[in-house]
């Protein structure tokens, strides 16, 4: 059977006249990019993952799908990349925490340091209210730590190695970050098993795992998938021109701004954490406000 695309190819050649509504040429879908094939195995966190086992292949080969076809979401997460882990990579090699466990953020918000779930995580990790402020974080109206990049990365560092230390896999500890340590532990302990990637897991935490190690796979061979960014098209990491430390509060943010040479806009931008106008700052606590290095 011939497709859409050839038809109206032929239709053209002869000088065929051509309903209006076929001049929208769409390519069919036998042409689109293939997936990549499942790899014997991935190596993770200094661990070996194989998936010579018929489930571990078919959740790894589902995950390969769907980054191959969900292409805003892998086209922006290749783009943003750069600017995401030059702040992140560094942390977590001073926290002891293995680079792989970067592509968490891949995962939780798709690099976007903006993301807010409709369940109310924040952040590029997603810390909910709760567990962001049961490791550290200042959450309120106008300041929400959440969104804080470095802080945020050191209660995720915290988080990941009180979780290494009780199951001693980084699998499991990826797992426990999506289902919690109390659910992942029951049923470490209920199925008589060590490692949650041989677990019987709600359907998100069994996908979560492999999602991990598909976005590992991806960054590092994106042209696998289909995916090619030529150079320039990365959005690139600027340190800051400078960063000033505040002790008091400020009564117009814009102002501020102003004041360091900069726009409210780009403050803002440099600062998600700072989630009003102003900071009243009643506590007089000491924060740090990043000065973008130029206004891009």
Not at 121 to 148: C, I, K, N, P
Not at 259 to 269: A, D, I, N, P
Request: overall charge neutral.
């Amino acid at each position: 059977m011939k497709t859409p695309l050839v038809i109206l190819l032929a239709a053209l050649c002869l000088g065929a006249s051509v309903p209006a509504r076929a001049q929208y040429v769409y390519i069919p879908e036998d042409v689109h990019f293939k997936s990549p094939q499942v790899p014997d195995y991935i190596e993770f966190a200094g661990q070996t993952i194989r998936f010579d086992r018929p489930d571990l292949y078919e959740r790894m080969d589902r995950e390969l799908i769907t980054f191959t076809y969900s292409h805003t979401n892998s086209t922006l997460m290749l783009k943003r990349a750069d600017k995401i882990f030059a702040q992140v990579v560094p942390i977590l090699k001073q926290q002891g925490v293995p680079e792989d466990l970067k592509y968490l953020m891949a995962i939780e918000s798709n690099l976007d340091p903006k993301a807010l779930s409709t369940a109310g995580a924040a952040g590029l990790w997603q810390f909910m209210r709760a567990t962001g402020q049961s490791y550290g974080l200042e959450v309120g109206t106008e300041v929400d730590e959440r969104y804080h990049i470095e802080k945020a990365t050191l209660a995720a560092c915290k988080y990941l190695k009180e979780a290494y230390a009780k199951y001693g896999d980084w699998m499991t500890v990826a797992a426990s970050y999506n289902a919690g340590q109390g659910g992942i532990t029951k049923r470490l302990t209920d199925q008589h098993q060590k490692r949650a990637t041989d677990l019987f897991l709600p359907t998100e935490t069994s996908r979560y795992m492999f999602r991990i190690l598909t976005a590992k796979y991806f960054f590092e061979n994106p042209e696998a998938f289909g995916f090619h960014l030529e150079d320039g098209e990365r959005y690139p990491y600027l340190p800051p021109k400078e960063k000033v430390s505040v002790s008091g509060p400020i009564a117009n943010l814009a102002d501020f701004a102003e004041q360091h040479g900069s726009t409210y806009f780009f403050v803002k931008e440099a600062n998600l954490w700072l989630r009003s106008d102003k900071l009243t700052n009643k506590a007089g606590k000491t924060y740090m406000i990043i000065i973008p290095t130029s206004n891009y």
